[in-house]
């Protein structure tokens, strides 16, 4: 049985260009401060790879990225791009493939991080990263705030049902498929990612946390 993730991403992966993605000009303010954040020619991770939107932002900058992504289908359509990259299946909440300090760079895009499985994986994750990255390399983040989640269910969206002060379930219209999500705080990701990385995180228009850690 394929893990809640894997599944709700699989049902979506055809259309999520179109129905999910984040628009041209925010894609690229995204990317201009992940690059900001990058050493020259880096070894980049990108967690949540997904279709793989950013990934000729950093080949033209220069890096070598490497793409996880729980979902096949994803990676699937991530693969049909013009420069392949080194792609690989896998579950960014349990340890990941690779010898410790394997990269300079791990990124997670686009609210990657707002499906943990578990208290105990969301936990464990920045004691993981902190093994990928060597002495120097930085951790990048991009997570939707609880501000995010209080617009959406203020404005009774359909596809998104609160279920809880700090979750909520969504619903893809077209293919039902579903999938929990979880928002923290600004204190609250300072305190995670802080316990095994050097951390700030700032606010972005409200809505939307970037997180910056440090090994």
């Known amino acids: 049985m394929k893990a809640p993730a894997a599944a709700f991403f699989d049902a979506i992966a055809r259309r999520y260009d179109r129905v999910y993605a984040p628009d041209r000009n925010a894609s690229r303010a995204s990317l201009a401060r992940v690059l900001a954040e990058l050493s020259p020619a880096s070894r980049v991770l990108d967690l949540g790879v997904g279709t793989g939107r950013e990934l000729t932002a950093l080949l033209d900058a220069g890096h070598t990225p490497v793409g996880l992504d729980v979902s096949a ?107 929990e999500a979880r928002f923290l705080t600004r204190e609250g990701w300072e305190a995670l990612v802080g316990r095994a990385l050097g951390v700030r995180v700032e606010v972005m228009e409200e809505v939307e946390l970037l997180i910056v850690g440090r090994r």
Do not use: Y
């Not at 394997?102 to 902190?130: K, N, Q, Y």
């Open 73 to 179: 289908e994803m990676l699937a359509i991530c693969a049909r791009r013009a420069r392949p990259v080194t792609l690989v299946q896998g579950d960014l909440w349990k340890r990941m493939p690779w010898d410790d300090a394997s990269f300079d760079a791990v990124i997670a895009l686009h609210g990657t991080l707002s499906h943990p499985p578990s208290d105990v994986a969301l936990a464990d994750f920045p004691g993981e990263v902190a093994r990928l990255l060597r002495p120097g390399g930085v951790f990048i983040a991009e997570v939707p705030s609880i501000a995010w989640l209080d617009r959406a269910t203020a404005a009774a969206t359909p596809a998104i049902r609160r279920i809880g002060e700090n979750r909520a379930e969504f619903v893809d219209d077209a293919t039902g498929a579903r999938i």
